[in-house]
């Protein structure tokens, strides 16, 4: 989620990019959250267009966890998904002040994205150009500042970050200085056995979003440039896919036979054929599209418009959009329950996490990220990253 130049950029684009890039939040820790409302946003915010919300704090869903990735609050929220409570609000990434003599803690991190395996959180952390790993397990409900975690240093303006299928490693996206051309970006592969960086891709451009084949076998990785094609054992780069109008999220279908990329320049999803690294068919979608989500059958898929202040449904099987469900506030981040009966969706600009039913397409519930329940409780928080788990979170 961190800016980055493009001679083709559009203004609402940028402005997406310099909202994250720039979130320093203030927030307040305190209670739990019986309700929340959300009304007019504050002038940093009124650019999207957002309008007064009810955000429901209470919905029903499957037993579970949700872990967001809040950046403008440096930190990140767990969340019961069986009636949308706030369990905790954990700070990550955020280390004490050196030579002071004190114990004073530095809320420097911005932890854009999160990915999950097992019971391990990964964030990346995008301020500092780290990985915090945090074993969800050990989460203590009364100890929000301070959850045990490793942190890695890997590249610069680490962004996205992915698990390969089989849990071994965790590639990481690293977008590179955000001033004048990319020029510094790659991918940081860490082993999960050792918390370690074991190697390094660098990369003429600035890698955005990975996702893997089934086996394992292939990286897919947006850039500015393109769609980059990657052998995962030697590391390499076999093709690059152009032309794709500054494509952001990445999906592969379970086949491995065809991945799913937003074109966010000209509003449409971009479908590629893996045996060949063409694009075979565009499907039209809403404005500004960013993260997209695949089920885990492989037969719809939902995206993020952003500027459209929607999710598009598509149904695989004709790479049609099926049905367009209303979510204001800058839809940007995705992710579906385990047993695929809800779809969550982070609003960049509200604040809002809005829960939909999957079987119908309908609204379950929505609430605010961060604490208090008052109107604007999760102004400058930005939900960039979220991932759900069916083993619910320590304190639910």
Not at 45 to 65: D, E, N, V
Not at 113 to 135: E, R, S
Not at 231 to 259: F, M, W, Y
Not at 312 to 319: E, K, L, N
Request: net charge negative.
């Amino acid at each position: 989620m961190a800016p980055r130049e493009s001679s083709n950029s559009r203004s609402a684009w940028a402005s997406r990019r310099v909202i994250v890039a720039g979130a320093a939040a203030v927030a307040l820790a305190a209670g739990g959250m019986a309700f929340a409302l959300t009304s007019d946003h504050s002038a940093a915010h009124s650019h999207a267009g957002s309008k007064a919300r009810l955000a429901a704090a209470s919905c029903t869903g499957p037993a579970g966890a949700a872990y967001v990735a809040v950046a403008g609050y440096q930190a990140f929220d767990a969340v019961n998904t069986a009636n949308c409570d706030l369990v905790q609000q954990y700070n990550v990434g955020d280390s004490q002040v050196p030579n002071t003599g004190t114990s004073d803690t530095n809320y420097d991190s911005t932890d854009e994205g999160v990915a999950m395996y097992g019971d391990t959180l990964y964030f990346a952390d995008t301020g500092n150009d780290t990985v915090a790993v945090i074993n969800a397990a050990t989460l203590d409900v009364d100890n929000y500042a301070n959850p045990a975690e490793t942190v890695i240093h890997v590249g610069f303006n680490p962004q996205d970050l992915a698990v390969t299928p089989d849990g071994s490693h965790v590639w990481v996206a690293d977008t590179g200085p955000q001033t004048g051309q990319p020029t510094l970006g790659g991918i940081s592969v860490i082993s999960t056995a050792t918390d370690t960086v074991t190697s390094r891709l660098s990369l003429p451009t600035d890698p955005r979003e990975i996702a893997f084949s089934p086996s394992g076998a292939t990286a897919y990785v947006t850039t500015s440039d393109g769609v980059l094609v990657i052998n995962t054992a030697k590391l390499r780069v076999v093709a690059v896919i152009p032309g794709l109008g500054n494509p952001e999220g990445v999906v592969v279908s379970p086949d491995g036979k065809t991945v799913y990329v937003t074109n966010t320049a000209q509003g449409r999803v971009d479908v590629i054929s893996a045996a060949s690294n063409r694009v075979t068919r565009t499907i039209k979608v809403g404005q500004l599209p960013w993260q997209l989500v695949m089920s885990s059958d492989g037969k719809t898929i939902y995206v993020a418009d952003g500027d459209s202040n929607a999710i598009s449904v598509i149904a695989t099987a004709s790479d049609k959009v099926t049905d367009t469900m209303s979510d204001p506030g800058d839809p940007v981040s995705l992710a579906l329950t385990p047993d695929g009966s809800q779809l969550w969706v982070g609003g960049l600009t509200s604040g809002i996490v809005t829960v939909f039913g999957t079987a119908t397409d309908s609204l379950v519930g929505s609430f605010n990220v961060g604490y208090g329940g008052e109107a604007n409780a999760g102004d400058g928080e930005e939900p960039t990253g979220i991932v759900l788990t069916s083993t619910p979170t320590p304190g639910s």
